[in-house]
């Protein structure tokens, strides 16, 4: 899968970007949303969003409408400041790397079988 990891944390992209390559993943990264912008312009496809909840005056949701526009079925998952409340795709800080695989698992598309 096509993975975008959004955020201003440096140590965070470049962990992230690690795990993800670890499992299998081709990562693209940014500092900013208009980073993520340029990034999902020359990217040929995202699959998922991997963002700041909060970012440079915008939110991570505003980043991924835009990037919708070129890449529709795209997913997202947000990373959020600890106190922030927990809801479905939203992984609150300190996280470990296997909650970031959890989420992923869990909003990666079902491959339906090839018909016979």
């Known amino acids: 899968m096509n993975?975008?990891?959004?955020t201003a944390n440096a140590d965070l992209r470049a962990v992230g970007r690690r795990v993800l390559e670890r499992e299998g993943h081709?990562?693209?990264?940014?500092a900013h949303s208009g980073h993520a912008l340029?990034?999902?312009?020359?990217?040929?496809?995202?699959?998922i969003l991997?963002?700041?909840l909060k970012l440079d005056g915008v939110t991570?949701?505003?980043v991924a409408d835009s990037l919708r526009r070129y890449h529709?079925?795209?997913r997202a998952i947000f990373m959020a400041d600890t106190g922030t409340a927990p809801r479905a795709g939203v992984l609150v800080r300190p996280f470990i790397s296997d909650d970031l695989l959890r989420e992923i698992d869990a909003i990666?598309?079902?491959?339906?079988?090839?018909?016979?």
């Open 26 to 30: 081709e990562v693209a990264t940014a």
């Open 3 to 6: 993975v975008l990891l959004v």
């Open 60 to 62: 991570g949701e505003w």
């Open 72 to 74: 529709s079925d795209m």
């Open 50 to 52: 991997i963002s700041d």
């Open 38 to 47: 340029l990034a999902g312009l020359e990217c040929d496809r995202i699959d």
């Open 108 to 116: 990666r598309p079902v491959t339906l079988p090839a018909a016979s």
